[in-house]
């Protein structure tokens, strides 16, 4: 099987000169979004659009392990899968294993998860194989990737994954052997009593990678759909050194936490309002960015009247502590299965000349929210495109079924200031845009703001 990557894009956030060493960790990518706040930019230029046509295949390394038959093959990805929740295997097929992973490049590695149940390093020059490291169990590791800690002095550098059947792995980047000290045999059970409220811990793991900030590693879930009954979809921080849980933030708050109330009845081992999706970071400010998804089960709300917080919504707390910050509820009493998973994207953008720090999200249904991300509220003078044409919103700009070029420059937005493009349902991604306008796209459809 033969991948390959590229990044595109110029940075949009408007920042004083970055020292040596954070300029070095710029032209790596050492997390999913290549930087905490998800911006999904390189600032390499060897590779422009005037030779992007001459690129041609400089080595190719296959994610299936040696030996394993071509043809027919099972389905390793599903196999595992099914072997981690107690079902039963699915029927074999002639087909490779499925992979959604971004690398990380660090220090001339680069770092990747594989659908046949490894953690793989190889030299980013040459594609040859590092190291490869099986996950014992038999979930498989995150299948979008996984993270970097760069240590503290007294620890090496670790990669982070989670792992289907819910553990939490630190391995050595140098090596790929198990991180010593950290949990059990470089393993931490993410399934704790806390956060499966009696359910079966067949329903919990992590399908994308975690977040760290400073010494944190700060984890996302995988639950169930159906029933509503199970594991919580809570956010938790752990040491990343010793793997001991540091917070929790409940997705669901309990009696005298913020927002608690919005449930009449219904949400008492409610599972669902998970961030199966990604976090970002504002490292600066000590904030973590959570996007949350609906309820379970997402289609039925009859038993869980009320705005169902924090399901549907953007959290912001403290990365340090879970302290809650604030939130916005993108939609209330989700019963459309409209998760928040796509990145957070962290911009500074420029209003009636000011600089803004902004957070914007985008919806399943193409509608892209921008916020103050200090505040949480949308005093930034964004809108709405609608039909082609600019329309006043503090909060939200439709992304969807639009022209190419269709939208206008509404009032309060300094053009210049917005500079990004927006796959509307995995990521915001940022490109250049030579006329100094926003542009907002959505399966190559298009406008400006």
């Given at each position: 099987m033969k991948y390959g990557w590229l990044a595109l894009g110029t940075a949009m956030l408007v920042a004083p000169a970055m020292a040596q060493a954070d300029r070095d960790a710029a032209r790596e990518w050492r997390t999913y979004g290549h930087d905490k706040g998800g911006q999904r930019h390189s600032p390499l230029t060897q590779i422009t659009p005037a030779n992007a046509a001459r690129l041609a295949p400089a080595w190719t390394w296959h994610m299936r392990p040696p030996g394993d038959p071509a043809a027919p093959a099972a389905d390793a990805n599903a196999e595992r899968q099914a072997q981690a929740e107690g079902l039963a295997a699915p029927r074999r097929r002639a087909r490779f294993a499925a992979s959604q992973v971004t690398p990380l490049v660090v220090d001339g590695r680069m770092y990747l998860t594989t659908p046949y149940g490894r953690v793989v390093a190889l030299d980013a020059a040459s594609g040859r194989e590092l190291w490869a490291t099986p996950i014992p169990t038999a979930g498989q590791p995150s299948i979008r990737g996984l993270e970097?800690?760069?240590?503290?002095?007294?620890?090496?550098?670790?990669?982070?994954?989670?792992?289907?059947?819910?553990?939490?792995?630190?391995?050595?980047?140098q090596t790929g052997a198990f991180a010593a000290g950290f949990g059990q045999q470089g393993m931490v059970e993410l399934k704790t009593p806390e956060v499966l409220n009696g359910a079966s811990p067949r329903f919990y793991g992590m399908t994308s990678p975690p977040i760290v900030f400073e010494n944190l590693v700060i984890t996302g879930s995988a639950v169930q759909e159906f029933p509503d009954k199970g594991a919580a979809g809570d956010v938790r921080a752990w040491d990343a050194r010793t793997g001991q849980l540091v917070w929790t933030f409940h997705s669901v708050p309990r009696p005298g936490e913020p927002n608690h109330g919005t449930w009449?009845?219904?949400?008492a081992q409610r599972s669902g309002v998970n961030v199966w999706g990604f976090l970002t970071l504002d490292a600066a400010r000590g904030i973590v960015y959570m996007p949350f998804a609906a309820p379970s089960?997402?289609?039925?709300?009859?038993?869980?009247?009320?705005?169902?917080?924090?399901?549907?919504?953007?959290?912001?707390a403290d990365a340090r502590t879970g302290k809650y910050l604030w939130h916005f509820q993108v939609i209330r009493h989700d019963i459309w299965d409209n998760d928040l998973q796509a990145p957070p994207l962290l911009l500074d953008m420029q209003v009636k000349g000011r600089t803004v720090p902004a957070v914007a999200v985008v919806s399943k249904n193409a509608l892209l929210f921008?916020?103050?991300?200090?505040?949480?509220?949308?005093?930034?003078?964004?809108?709405?495109?609608?039909?082609?044409?600019?329309?006043?919103?503090?909060?939200?700009?439709?992304?969807?079924?639009?022209?190419d070029g269709a939208g206008d420059v509404g009032p309060g937005l300094d053009g210049a200031g917005a500079r990004a493009v927006v796959g509307a349902v995995?990521?915001?991604?940022?490109?250049?845009?030579?006329?100094?306008?926003?542009?907002?796209?959505?399966?190559?459809?298009?406008?400006?703001?």
């Open positions: 970097y800690w760069p240590g503290d002095g007294e620890h090496g550098p670790r990669l982070f994954l989670g792992t289907r059947d819910g553990l939490l792995v630190a391995l050595d980047a009449s009845g219904g949400e089960w997402d289609r039925y709300g009859g038993d869980r009247k009320g705005d169902n917080l924090y399901s549907g919504s953007l959290v912001a921008v916020l103050d991300r200090a505040r949480g509220d949308g005093a930034l003078g964004a809108g709405v495109v609608v039909g082609g044409r600019y329309r006043h919103d503090p909060l939200a700009v439709a992304v969807g079924g639009l022209e995995w990521s915001l991604r940022v490109q250049n845009v030579e006329d100094g306008l926003g542009h907002v796209a959505r399966e190559g459809q298009a406008a400006q703001l």
